[in-house]
């Protein structure tokens, strides 16, 4: 019994409900989704590092892989004018607390479903994984953080047009399948490619999401498989007319007998 009793207390602590604000929960269902959004649960303790301040505006953790590529993607547009400002990491790993407080800032009606169009339920978060974190822009311009404005910016046509190299995809772009409303600040971490140091992990958290939701733009997107144009064969000839049987002569002697 002592052997499976690791398994047990996992099924018994399986949540059925999602909590969200001042007591009031949300079935989750039988898919795992709870308002639309995927469980991710949250990043194992010591799992996380800090990401230096010069790259980003307030505190951010994240796994330390996705750290070096932030590093490297930030340092790469610090040295492009096309950017015309800086990109600064802005949210990162979020505990289910804060992510608890962050999805009932507004919360509007009872159930949450206005709220999850733009925020997950605690639990349900890519930002509680560690690989997933929110861009801004400075000079902000007026622009508020994580707001569609930033879509505008010749910063974010860079990111769009330069994020994959550095292992970053877009989560949750225009019209989205999720129901998620257009995040053009929201980016996750699945590496460079599949065998870049921590990717395999980050690809499994993010493989359902992935198939189901697709990233755009996206690491390693899948192909399109275009169908071989149909090539029309050689014409079949026409089949043949059965032959009419040659008609037999009446002989008008009559018959004859043989001997």
């Known amino acids: 019994m002592r052997a499976h009793f690791p398994l047990l207390v996992l099924l018994a602590a399986a949540p059925a409900e999602a909590q969200l604000c001042n007591g009031v929960s949300v079935a989750i269902g039988t898919d795992g989704r709870a308002l639309g959004h995927l469980p991710y649960g949250d990043a194992a303790p010591g799992t996380l590092v800090a990401v230096p301040s010069h790259l980003a505006v307030g505190a951010c953790r994240l796994r330390p892989e996705v750290a070096a590529d932030l590093e490297r993607l930030i340092t790469a547009a610090a040295g492009d004018p096309a950017v015309q400002g800086r990109l600064y ?3 990162c790993h979020r505990s289910l607390s804060y992510q608890q407080s962050t999805f009932c800032r507004t919360r ?11 925020a997950a339920p605690p639990g349900h978060s890519e930002h509680a994984t560690g690989y997933a974190l929110d861009f801004t822009v400075r000079p902000a311009d007026g622009c508020p953080d994580a707001e569609a404005c930033m879509a505008a ?8 047009a330069n994020a994959t190299r550095f292992g970053f995809e877009m989560s949750f772009p225009p019209s989205n399948k999720q129901g998620v409303k257009w995040e053009p600040w929201h980016w996750r971490w ?8 921590g990717a395999a992990r980050a690809r499994f958290l993010f ?24 090539v029309r064969t050689l014409t079949p000839a026409a089949p043949e007319e059965p032959k009419k049987g040659k008609r037999k002569k009446k002989d008008r002697r009559g018959d004859r007998t043989v001997s």
Do not use: Q
């Not at 996206?218 to 192909?223: E, F, G, M, N």
């Open 89 to 91: 990491a802005f949210s």
């Open 108 to 118: 509007e009606s009872e159930s949450g479903a206005d709220r999850a169009i733009s």
């Open 153 to 160: 910016k010749p910063a974010f046509r860079w990111l769009a």
């Open 190 to 197: 699945v590496g460079v490619s599949g065998s870049a140091p």
């Open 207 to 230: 493989a359902r999401a992935r198939k189901e939701f697709a990233a755009d733009p996206a690491v390693d997107p899948a192909p399109l498989i275009t169908p071989p144009p149909v």
